[in-house]
């Protein structure tokens, strides 16, 4: 088995009463792609602040690659080579796309290197069609595609995404799916994410929250049949 990239030790997190992730014990390891799923209310966001560094957990630990990263603020995180979607550097909206990737790299690279890393990026996450297009002018979905180009340009071993497809046209979502996967050959990715169609093309393992705490993890075939997830979260939804 793969060695862990990010565990958490009974991590809680408690607002004044409400405790919003309760004693979450978690482990992803090397090379996989997780999504965090849950109904309104069932912590994901919480947990994945306390991940990011946004918050601190009231209890408990994070590791990531073994090293203790609780309560960190999210910069020093990023440092250690975890790309977050909603960190968005210096972006400008009246660059291009690749100038924006450029500046993305450049704050990893010396700027020769960052050419390379901006032409790589374009290939990998199939972006040349949009290169010179200015960010400012790209679709809602484009724009995303493009953001986890800058998650791209840092070259991380773990990725953390919130909602990537939110507010996606079906195509843009079946696209965005294409990217995470690309991302994921070479990072440990987690997303937290609601739109259903979209877990079902990522088509990886999935942990279901619930009241703060873990319900269930299984492939998403799996969590998707069972009468306990449905009854609580699917039965809308899927
Ligand atoms: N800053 C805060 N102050 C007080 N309570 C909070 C705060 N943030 C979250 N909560 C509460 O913690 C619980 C978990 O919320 P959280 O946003 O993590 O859930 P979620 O699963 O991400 O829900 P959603 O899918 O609606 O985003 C909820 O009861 C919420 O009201």
Redesign the pocket.
Known sequence: MAEPVLETQHLTMR?GG?V?VDNVTFTLRRGELRCLI?P???????FFKCLTGLLTPSEGHVLMQGEETTGWAPHRVAALGVGIKTQVPNVMDGLSVQENIWLAARRFLPSTQADAKTREVIERLALGQIARTALGRLAHGERQQVELGFVAASDPWLVLLDEPAAGMTAGEVARMSEVIHELNRTAAVVIVE?DMQFIRSIASRVTV?HQGAILIEDDVETVMSDPHVRNIYLGKKA
């Open positions: 607002f409400v919003a849950g309104n209310g069932a912590g994901k966001s919480t609601h929250f």
